[in-house]
């Protein structure tokens, strides 16, 4: 079972950029999708951003180019640059690791994410 630890999370004002970060221990994740999540207040987990074993991305509409995640197989790490932020992007953001290991997918759902992390918060402030 892999274990996953988010950080990079804060307060920053609209139109700021943060840059999440997800450190993964237990197992390597390289095989594995890997993907972030949000859940603002009052409202249900929603995806956000996943890459696969290979590199490729796949985002919510609602990004819509403002967000770019990444990987580092060597450190272990999963990455979300946030930037242009609104208010509305405040939530909880997690991040998830596939059910299993070198599945190729045309879409993410949240029931495709077995491991998550516990969260880190961002705050957009108007």
């Known amino acids: 079972q892999v274990q996953l630890a988010e950080s990079g999370g804060g307060l920053v004002q609209a139109g700021g950029s943060l840059r999440l970060s997800c450190a993964a221990s237990?197992?390597?994740?390289?095989?594995?999708?890997m993907g972030w999540i949000r859940q603002a207040p009052g409202k249900e987990r929603e995806f956000v951003a996943a890459i696969n074993y290979a590199g490729n991305t796949y985002y919510a509409g609602f990004v819509k180019g403002r967000f770019t995640i990444s990987r580092d197989n060597a450190k272990n790490r999963v990455y979300l640059q946030l930037n242009s932020l609104k208010p509305e992007d405040t939530a909880v953001y997690y991040c998830a690791a596939d059910s299993g290991p070198y599945y190729t997918r045309r879409a993410y759902k949240l029931d495709d994410f077995r491991s998550w992390g516990q969260g880190t918060q961002v705050t957009v402030s108007s």
């Open positions: 237990g197992r390597s994740i390289s095989s594995y999708a």
